[in-house]
């Protein structure tokens, strides 16, 4: 892998992001507008009287903050490619010596720079409008991002190989993939109150344990390693396994011919 070629791969979306408004709009509009919405209905339950026990609800801005790490990366992934394809420059990159691997590395890179970008803009907000200190978490906070931003990208790539296989209509997916786990993630309520057979799927997904320990740090201040660890465990196996659907599927298309019908 050479890494002057990922840097390449990072220039050419970072060009393209600065000089489009429209990208720029849809980095920030779309997280402000939910942080807003859940902020509003914190401060309104708070005023109201329900605190959970005197606890407060600030667990429910750090989920929605959190929440936006997941599903940003995941289709930031899947949007990039997604407008290489509409540009009809997917093939010209591959016409170069650029290498799957150092595409997939670009790719995921780029997107975990403006998930961060997003994470802070959404912390600083959630600062100088509720007094929520995303920051409050300490070093915990590290391990926790760290494990949403490897899913986020696995489920990036998987929507991005299914996109190579079977054409940009299952674009729909690099917008709503996110969303199909979020009733098993336990983003805003424990996973105690899902179905028992549900809560097997949720034991499955990284997300869970991100969620349910963040809200054991901040009601209680108790972090748990071993369900961090369990969850970067089935991160990183998740990342593994999409890398290897992608380069398959990518193959598999270009054996078929159908990386040059790509709309």
Same mark, same amino acid.
């Given at each position: ?106 790719? =995921? ?6 998930? #961060?970008?997003?994470? +802070? %803009?959404? *912390?600083? @907000? !959630? ?94 201040? =108790? ?6 660890? #369990?969850?970067?465990? +089935? %991160?990183? *196996?998740? @990342? !593994? ?23």
């Amino acid at each position: 892998m050479s890494w002057r070629r990922v840097y390449a791969i990072i220039l050419r979306y970072s060009y393209g992001l600065r000089h489009d408004v429209a990208r720029l709009f849809d980095l920030f509009f779309w997280p402000i507008v939910d942080l807003l919405v859940w902020g509003f209905l914190t401060v309104y339950l708070t005023d109201v009287g329900f605190t959970l026990g005197g606890l407060g609800l600030s667990w429910l801005i750090g989920g929605i903050i959190f929440w936006t790490l997941l599903y940003r990366s995941s289709q930031d992934v899947a949007v990039q490619l997604l407008e290489d394809i509409w540009a009809r420059n997917f093939l010209n990159l591959f016409a170069s010596p650029l290498r799957l691997s150092e595409f997939i590395a670009g790719m =995921v890179l780029v997107a975990g720079v403006k998930v #961060l970008i997003t994470f +802070l %803009a959404l *912390g600083l @907000l !959630a600062w100088l409008l509720y007094h929520y200190q995303v920051l409050a978490l300490g070093l915990p906070l590290l391990p926790y991002l760290a494990v949403l931003l490897v899913f986020g990208w696995g489920m990036g790539l998987v929507v991005s190989a299914l996109i190579i296989r079977f054409g940009s209509r299952l674009q729909v997916f690099a917008w709503g993939a996110a969303f199909l786990i979020q009733p098993i993630s336990a983003v805003f309520y424990p996973v105690e109150v899902l179905p028992p057979p549900v809560q097997v799927l949720a034991r499955l997904n990284p997300p869970t344990y991100v969620f349910e320990g963040m809200r054991q740090v901040v009601l209680h201040g =108790v972090f748990r390693w071993d369900q961090w660890l #369990l969850a970067q465990a +089935l %991160a990183f *196996g998740v @990342l !593994a396994f999409s890398i290897w659907l992608f380069a398959w599927l990518f193959d598999d298309a270009r054996v078929r011919g159908m990386l040059t019908r790509l709309d």
